[in-house]
């Protein structure tokens, strides 16, 4: 089945240091890659659509300079979270929907394990 | 307005009950249905697909109504392993965007 691998699964950093965060898709090429992030109790929130070869598409609310989303290629999108602060402390969680793959006729989405960012 | 809007509940349940969740969506556009659950601290996982004519696998039954807009998740004989929160999503085709719901919390009590 199609795998989305997310990397690291945690991460502690100082106020002010920038993460990164890895998405993969291992077995499936993704056009677009999903990035959410979810604070304790509520629900995913859609940040922004990653696009292979193009801009991210973030959604209102969202600071893009802030937030920077890279897909070079077809299998990796990455998200930085630059100058972080501890309001940025979440569960990031990206995902990649098979639509339009040998895998599936649907557009279920399949998520990374998601990255724990603690900001000190 | 939310796209999707969902009870966040919790729900606390004894063993072998039956427990029933709705969800509801405000664009008529949208295409594709799921229930996901997901475990504290993990990624969500894909319980089910939605479809028109409602389908069932094993204790659950998902049902869709599009005239008014809602999907529903049907749990029999609850399992103590049951205990998540259950999220309904949505896909818009447009941008293929998938959508959530604030979830569902369910405990199965002994």
């Known amino acids: 089945g199609a795998v989305v691998s997310q990397h690291p699964s945690w991460v502690i950093c100082k106020s002010g240091t920038s993460v990164k965060i890895e998405c993969r898709s291992l077995d499936f090429q993704a056009t677009t890659m999903f990035w959410y992030r979810q604070f304790p109790k509520q629900s995913l929130m859609l940040m922004a659509t990653s696009n292979e070869g193009s801009k991210a598409t973030y959604e209102q609310g969202v600071e893009k300079d802030k937030f920077l989303i890279n897909h070079a290629s077809l299998t990796l999108s990455t998200l930085t979270v630059t100058s972080a602060h501890p309001e940025d402390s979440s569960f990031y969680i990206c995902s990649a929907s098979l639509r339009g793959t040998r895998f599936s006729t649907n557009t279920e989405a399949f998520f990374g394990q998601g990255t724990r960012l603690t900001v000190v | 307005r939310k796209e999707v809007e969902q009870d966040p509940g919790p729900f606390n349940v004894p063993e072998g009950a039956t427990v029933a969740f709705n969800c509801t969506y405000s664009?008529?556009?949208?295409?594709?249905f799921f229930w996901y659950r997901q475990d504290c601290r993990k990624e969500p996982k894909l319980l089910m697909s939605?479809?028109?004519s409602g389908n069932e696998d094993g204790r659950f039954t998902a049902q869709l109504n599009r005239a008014s807009q809602y999907i529903s998740l049907l749990i029999r004989d609850s399992k103590l392993s049951d205990s998540a929160t259950y999220l309904c999503v949505v896909n818009i085709p447009t941008g293929n965007q998938f959508y959530f719901g604030t979830g569902t919390s369910l405990t199965v009590i002994p």
């Open positions: 939605v479809y028109s």
């Open positions: 664009n008529s556009a949208s295409q594709s």
